[in-house]
């Protein structure tokens, strides 16, 4: 029985270690205080492909190690308030690298694999850095 629930706390924490902000405005002071730049995740209410980018993509342990460099947030599509902070969404889900200050680096519509969406992240790195 303990092995069986140290088994579940481990696969407990290795699905959620990515520390998500609440809200997109939160996200945006904590990246200016820590010097960061900001992932957004839009997602739909209902949309089975925002649930899978998060359960496959976005759980991935490389992933997850890729974007400990970022303030991270997921913000609904149908919540006004956040969209007021984001360029026009086509679709969702839609991941928005930006900087604190609203601008965008890259901009990933759609459901991704873990090696697709790395190689945004890497991109993301690359223009960073120049």
Not at 28 to 41: D, G, P, S
Not at 95 to 100: E, G, I, L
Request: contains cysteine; hydrophobic residues 45%.
């Amino acid at each position: 029985m303990l092995k069986m629930i140290l088994i579940l706390l481990v696969l407990t924490s290795s699905i959620m270690s990515l520390d998500w902000v609440k809200d997109i405005e939160t996200a945006l002071t904590l990246a200016k205080k820590e010097n960061k730049n900001v992932m957004v995740m839009v997602e739909g209410e209902n949309c089975r492909w925002c649930q899978k980018m998060k359960h496959r993509t976005l759980s991935d342990e490389n992933v997850e190690k890729r974007l400990k460099k970022f303030v991270i947030v997921k913000v609904m599509r149908e919540d006004e308030n956040a969209m007021k902070h984001l360029p026009e969404v086509k679709g969702v889900p839609t991941v928005f690298f930006m900087t604190a200050e609203k601008k965008v680096i890259e901009e990933v519509i759609g459901y991704f694999d873990v090696l697709d969406f790395t190689s945004y992240i890497g991109d993301v790195e690359k223009k960073v850095a120049k």
